[in-house]
């Protein structure tokens, strides 16, 4: 036996090594190999993860990625786990299992988690330059990152009929995370912050608007964002800074949120201050801009608004107004309007609850005040505006009519609005209805070209009162039911609101019918649907 073979000889373990780098070299070639649609079927089904990895391995491979995400995308999962790092991993691994580009991440969750722990775990797997906003909310609504069933979860109904120990350690634990992908869109995390006390609010307001403005006008070539979704805090009147919006927006320009809740967000921008909370903040607006060196198609957010007060009794014109700061409210008296006699709370109350008496239980009652004030932005020209603002009726007696809130001046004319299941039901067919025009269009002939499915909507986002849902309507998953009949398996994310916000805009769809003419952003009862389509372009064709 040799101990010592020369190279030339034939012993197994050269051969072995020699056939092994063989074996690597023809799998490196195989896979240089693959033509462009079988490498793209590969690398669809790649989690996102994986998916950035791979667009990194060559040109051609990052090419088909980019092929692959060419259109805008969004993706939604919920999970009511009451471990916060175990719902946080479920949701994640839900959303980045298919191959997406994260462009901004909203993260609803309950009370009983860590808002500011969540929003590090969440940074932590999607990235660190992308705005992300942590809210927390009145309820969630989205498909379980598990079993893919669509809920609608309002805090204190979910674990109801278990036993009062299992229901204090679950109350308020879950969550809804929402990451898009919007390619020919920026998109921004921009604060409101809080004036030191005894400050006047407006200039802060003046300076959110401006900056807003500012940002879009960077990015963008129009000085204007194609949408904002906007988070305020629970202590913050977001009436004025609505009615600044509004002023300052074109018609084109959506704005959807919450009025009441809180919050921690990261901007995407390190020239900005990129971590917010609650107390240096009264709300934070995601802002959406076109993309001045990106075209891809074209990108639209529709607006369905579902209603869910009716009117009752007379209008009223507001006589004797004190505004009480330190609980944010209005103590008022009034007259019905074209008439002489000065009424109390107790009177004008009693009016309303006998034009009630038919009402099964007792509904909550709003005033709704059309305003007619002035606005401007800076140093701008003041220019006149009419509105309409719901305020709750906390109460009266014989002096006075107790509303929350503030803005209520002499001379206003107001109206009672009662919480209507009925109207709500009516208001939802109608969403429906309209929804499914956009599904119509999508089928058009006049919008497919070459096998192009033309107008695809790819996703949406719901914004409910907390007064609504299964307790409203008396079955669940009511409110989401438009966007899911019409939209089966389309992502879908959303949350019950401490107040609904929506400004009138150019694709507000749906408007129930009565529907004063008058603007209104911030809104009560009611469910807002914003829908996300896209149009390719024809290049794209």
């Not at 070299?25 to 490498?39: A, E, F, K």
């Not at 980019?66 to 994640?92: H, M, Q």
Request: aromatic letters at 8%; charged letters at 20%; one cysteine or more.
């Amino acid at each position: 036996m040799e101990e010592n073979p020369s190279p030339s000889s034939s012993s197994p373990p050269p051969s072995k090594s020699i056939t092994k780098g063989k074996a690597s070299t023809d799998s490196i070639m195989g896979v240089g190999l693959l033509n462009d649609d079988l490498l793209q079927n590969i690398l669809t089904r790649l989690p996102a993860l994986s998916f950035a990895s791979a667009a990194c391995v060559s040109k051609t491979w990052n090419s088909v990625s980019n092929r692959i995400l060419s259109r805008p995308k969004l993706s939604s999962a919920l999970s009511l786990n009451p471990s916060l790092t175990d719902a946080v991993n479920e949701v994640l691994h839900k959303v980045l299992a298919e191959p997406i580009r994260p462009y901004f991440a909203i993260v609803n969750v309950g009370s009983g988690f860590e808002s500011s722990k969540i929003l590090r775990l969440v940074r932590k797997r999607l990235g660190f330059n992308i705005p992300v906003i942590v809210s927390v909310t009145n309820g969630i609504m989205g498909r379980d990152a598990l079993t893919d069933e669509f809920k609608e979860v309002k805090w204190g109904a979910l674990f109801s009929g278990i036993d009062s120990e299992a229901y204090a350690r679950n109350l308020n634990e879950g969550i809804v995370l929402t990451v898009g992908y919007l390619p020919g869109l920026k998109v921004e995390a921009i604060p409101l912050r809080r004036p030191p006390k005894q400050t006047p609010q407006e200039p802060r307001i003046d300076n959110f608007v401006m900056d807003i403005k500012e940002y879009s006008a960077s990015v963008s070539s129009c000085k204007f964002p194609v949408g904002i979704i906007l988070f305020g805090e629970s202590s913050s009147d977001m009436k004025l800074v609505l009615e600044k919006l509004d002023y300052a927006m074109p018609m084109d320009t959506i704005i959807v949120g919450d009025e009441r809740g809180s919050f921690v967000y990261c901007s995407g921008n390190d020239s900005r201050s990129i971590r917010g909370r609650t107390r240096d903040t009264e709300a934070v607006a995601l802002v959406f801009a076109q993309d001045r060196d990106r075209s891809s198609g074209s990108i639209r957010f529709h607006i369905a608004f579902s209603n869910g007060v009716s009117t009752v009794g007379a209008r009223y014109k507001a006589v004797s107004v004190k505004t009480n700061f330190d609980d944010c409210s209005t103590w008022l008296t009034a007259r019905r309007e074209g008439q002489q006699e000065l009424l109390d709370g107790q009177s004008i109350l009693l009016e309303i609850n006998d034009s009630l008496e038919n009402q099964i239980e007792s509904p909550e009652l709003y005033i709704g005040v059309i305003k007619h004030r002035k606005f401007s932005i800076g140093a701008e020209k003041p220019m006149p505006r009419t509105s309409i603002a719901y305020h709750g009726v906390v109460g009266g007696d014989e002096e006075y009519l107790y509303v929350d809130g503030i803005g209520i001046k002499t001379g206003d004319i107001f109206q009672f609005y009662h919480s209507d299941p009925k109207a709500a039901l009516g208001s939802l067919t109608e969403v429906h209805d309209a929804l499914n025009n956009i599904k119509l269009e999508k089928n058009s002939r006049r919008f497919m070209c070459d096998g192009d499915n033309g107008v695809n909507v790819f996703g949406g986002l719901i914004f409910a009162c907390y007064g609504r849902g299964e307790s409203f309507f008396g079955h669940h998953n009511i409110d989401s039911s438009p966007f899911l009949e019409n939209f089966p398996g389309v992502p879908l994310g959303g949350i019950f609101c401490g107040g609904e916000m929506v400004r009138p805009c150019t694709t507000l769809i749906g408007q129930h019918q009565g529907a004063s003419p008058i603007s209104c952003c911030l809104h009560v009862y009611s469910t807002v649907y914003l829908v996300m389509t896209y149009a390719p372009s024809s290049v794209e064709q």
